[in-house]
């Protein structure tokens, strides 16, 4: 079993469509939380970092569960430039052991 | 600031061969990350350094990747010898707390 654990997808929705991704992590010792975009042939950028007690910046709502050692990512309005892969990434405690989730890809259509 | 720069952008050689893949973090940042990415097995980290010492080189996948920091704004990962299957993009990131911000990476084929 993978240490981050996300659906692959890939999730095919229209736009001003709402879609939700999914991330179990395995280690309860994780501490800090992110989702990372990366477009095609491009380096992963930071999307948003995760709190125990949720947050969201504009269109995007990210949540963590520690009990259930679940992430999750909301977008409303899906975007054409939405279209990209989203990263779930866990760090170890202790320092910086970041570890990347396999990624969702999603496609959004006009 | 110009980001986290890497080179080269593109690499092709044959198996065998020493590659250098080099990185020069932004400025300030105190630790730099190595990592891997394949269609195969994702992105993996391979190694990282803080103040450029190694912390946790668990990711290197055999003693033909080593990486060095020999000062805070310079990296290498090289591989020595070279095979086909370490054919990937390497990326290297940098971050002060707990944004890592990555360069372009480098597009490794390996022949």
């Known amino acids: 079993r993978k240490e981050v654990e996300q659906d692959p997808g890939p999730f095919n929705v229209p736009e001003g469509a709402t879609v939700a991704f999914n991330c179990t992590y395995s280690?309860?010792?994780?501490?800090?939380f992110f989702w990372y975009r990366q477009d095609c042939r491009k380096e992963p950028k930071l999307l948003m970092s995760?709190?125990?007690s949720g947050n969201e910046d504009g269109r995007f709502t990210a949540q963590l569960n520690r009990a259930s050692q679940y992430i999750s990512l909301l977008i409303r309005d899906s975007k054409l430039s939405d279209s990209a892969t989203y990263l779930c990434?866990?760090?170890?405690?202790?320092?910086?052991?970041?570890?990347f989730g396999a990624g969702t890809r999603l496609f959004v259509k006009a | 600031d110009a980001g986290v720069i890497q080179s080269p952008r593109h690499e092709v050689t044959e198996m065998g061969q020493e590659v250098t893949l080099r990185c020069k973090p932004i400025s300030g940042h105190d630790y730099l990350f190595w990592y891997r990415q394949t269609m195969m097995r994702g992105l993996e980290l391979l190694i990282y350094?803080?103040?450029?010492?190694?912390?946790?080189d668990s990711g290197m996948p055999e003693d033909r990747f080593s990486a060095k920091m020999p000062n805070a704004s310079f990296s290498t990962l090289k591989i020595q010898p070279s095979e086909p299957r370490d054919s990937a993009v390497y990326f290297c990131?940098?971050?002060?707390?707990?944004?890592?911000?990555f360069g372009p990476g480098t597009r490794l084929t390996v022949t």
């Open positions: 280690n309860s010792a994780s501490q800090s």
């Open positions: 990434v866990v760090n170890r405690g202790g320092g910086f052991k970041t570890i």
């Open positions: 995760v709190y125990s």
């Open positions: 990131a940098s971050s002060t707390i707990d944004e890592q911000y």
């Open positions: 350094f803080n103040n450029n010492v190694p912390i946790d």
